[in-house]
């Protein structure tokens, strides 16, 4: 058997693996052996049966399975490459099969082009300490009070706090804006949806937030605006717009004292120092897990910015077109028309696009960081995870294992997500861990 490899471009091979006349014979035997076992021929025992006898009755048989071992054992031996780092396999061709002939088999595959890891032990990412400041205290306080909160309806105009219920629909250049950003249908038209008076950080459209300040239910209106040039969402950057307001009810918010009883007895305590004590563990729990995240994210940047490689083709494709399926199914639950999304599919497949590379230039790395450190995945890691699946999907763990052991595809990729999870987790162990000053802390640093 020879094998001869070719380039396409960085990551897309063909091989061809050819096979001497005595090793495609040797194959041939084992196929008439295999066949002459189980055959049912008049006039012979099993396994007795002459190779002719066998060639003429099973010979569509015989050559596919043929053809099949060949092409596994191509398959086999294109794996086998020290020197090559098989991605995917594309596309396997079996050439003419022809007793005491050689036989060719191509094979098309991208592979990962070769690539030097960056120094991940050299990662340094910045949060700030665990400890929570009395500010974030009291933000946890102020939020539980937000949570249990009373609203009364007024008949008064909207007071910054006021809970609104409003309807507005934008257009830019006589253009609605739903059909300039079909994916985040709160910028363009919503109908009877709750707005915070005056909130200095409101999610959504400001003119409007702004706007219903002074309105009472009934009032309608019309206002111009123009998002600031680095406006969060970037389609509307710049742009002049025009709003139709009105709204519909107006609503006061009462928030419970720290000192009264039922807002005490709703939050399991008996005293404000006991709740005080509560949202002091809180914050200080959240602080860990919102800098735990971080850490994450940051050692993520790195290995991404570290390292630049041709990325495998068909992977590329196939990944795209999965987050781009993706992104219309979430638009379309959202409500956003088929027309509009089919105005905007080019920018929407090129973000897709973006994303799939991230995606896979991230899988490609951790994987041959998972190599180098020897990290495996074990039984009962990977049987956790299904247990975790089955529990946030609201099934029987049992029935969703046995679900998961039928489908090989499905756990191989289960496994993989399990494996990349531990490569990241000990990369942000290895970090070096920079505490950032905060508002009132000092500035530290300490090695993890």
């Known amino acids: 058997m020879k094998v001869e490899i070719k380039d396409t471009n960085d990551t897309r091979k063909v091989a061809t693996v050819a096979f001497e006349p005595q090793e495609v014979a040797a194959e041939e035997k084992k196929v008439l052996q295999l066949f002459s076992k189980h055959a049912k021929i008049p006039g012979f025992r099993p396994g007795k049966a002459p190779d002719q006898v066998i060639r003429s009755r099973f010979a569509d048989g015989i050559k596919e399975e043929w053809s099949n071992r060949l092409a596994t054992a191509a398959r086999d031996a294109i794996l086998e490459q020290d020197d090559l780092r098989v991605h995917q396999l594309l596309k396997i061709e079996p050439g003419e099969i022809i007793a005491e002939a050689p036989v060719e088999v191509v094979i098309t595959l991208d592979a990962e082009p070769p690539f030097e890891l960056p120094d991940y032990e050299g990662f340094t990412v910045e949060v700030t300490s665990d400890d929570p400041s009395s500010e974030e205290v009291e933000n946890l306080l102020e939020s539980w009070r937000q949570q249990r909160a009373d609203f009364a309806i007024v008949e008064r105009p909207a007071e910054k706090g006021d809970f609104v219920k409003c309807s507005y629909d934008g257009l830019v250049d006589d253009?609605?804006?739903?059909?300039?950003?079909?994916?985040?249908?709160?910028?363009?038209?919503?109908?009877?949806?709750?707005?915070?008076?005056?909130?200095?950080?409101?999610?959504?459209?400001?003119?409007?937030?702004?706007?219903?300040?002074?309105?009472?239910?009934?009032?309608?209106?019309?206002?111009?605006?123009?998002?600031?040039?680095?406006?969060?969402?970037?389609?509307?950057?710049?742009?002049?717009?025009?709003?139709?307001?009105?709204?519909?009810?107006?609503?006061?918010?009462?928030?419970?004292e720290l000192d009264d009883p039922k807002f005490l007895q709703a939050?399991?305590?008996?005293?404000?120092?006991?709740?005080?004590?509560?949202?002091?563990?809180?914050?200080?729990?959240?602080?860990?897990?919102?800098?735990?995240?971080?850490?994450?994210?940051?050692?993520?940047?790195?290995?991404?910015?570290?390292?630049?490689?041709?990325?495998?083709?068909?992977?590329?494709?196939?990944?795209?077109?999965?987050?781009?399926?993706?992104?219309?199914?979430?638009?379309?639950?959202?409500?956003?028309?088929?027309?509009?999304?089919?105005?905007?599919?080019?920018?929407?497949?090129?973000?897709?696009?973006?994303?799939?590379?991230?995606?896979?230039?991230?899988?490609?790395?951790?994987?041959?960081?998972?190599?180098?450190?020897?990290?495996?995945?074990?039984?009962?890691?990977?049987?956790?995870?299904?247990?975790?699946?089955?529990?946030?999907?609201?099934?029987?763990?049992?029935?969703?294992?046995?679900?998961?052991?039928?489908?090989?595809?499905?756990?191989?990729?289960?496994?993989?997500?399990?494996?990349?999870?531990?490569?990241?987790?000990?990369?942000?162990?290895?970090?070096?861990?920079?505490?950032?000053?905060?508002?009132?802390?000092?500035?530290?640093?300490?090695?993890?």
């Open 175 to 256: 253009k609605p804006i739903g059909d300039l950003v079909p994916d985040k249908p709160i910028y363009g038209k919503q109908a009877n949806t709750w707005e915070e008076a005056g909130a200095e950080n409101g999610v959504g459209v400001p003119i409007i937030i702004e706007s219903i300040l002074g309105m009472k239910a009934g009032d309608k209106n019309t206002y111009q605006t123009e998002f600031p040039a680095d406006f969060e969402e970037s389609r509307l950057a710049g742009k002049s717009a025009t709003y139709e307001l009105e709204v519909h009810e107006v609503r006061h918010k009462n928030l419970p």
């Open 267 to 448: 939050m399991e305590v008996d005293k404000v120092e006991a709740l005080r004590e509560r949202a002091e563990t809180e914050a200080k729990t959240q602080k860990e897990r919102s800098n735990a995240t971080a850490k994450r994210r940051q050692v993520r940047d790195q290995l991404l910015a570290g390292v630049d490689f041709e990325l495998p083709q068909a992977d590329l494709e196939s990944e795209t077109q999965e987050i781009f399926r993706a992104m219309v199914d979430a638009n379309l639950r959202r409500g956003a028309a088929q027309e509009q999304l089919e105005s905007h599919k080019d920018e929407m497949f090129t973000r897709a696009g973006e994303d799939a590379r991230e995606s896979i230039k991230l899988r490609i790395i951790l994987s041959r960081v998972a190599e180098k450190e020897k990290i495996e995945v074990s039984r009962e890691e990977l049987s956790q995870a299904i247990a975790t699946q089955a529990m946030m999907a609201g099934t029987d763990p049992r029935e969703h294992f046995k679900e998961m052991q039928q489908d090989r595809a499905k756990l191989a990729h289960l496994q993989q997500q399990v494996l990349f999870d531990k490569t990241l987790a000990l990369l942000t162990e290895k970090a070096t861990v920079e505490i950032k000053e905060n508002d009132e802390g000092s500035e530290e640093e300490n090695e993890a």
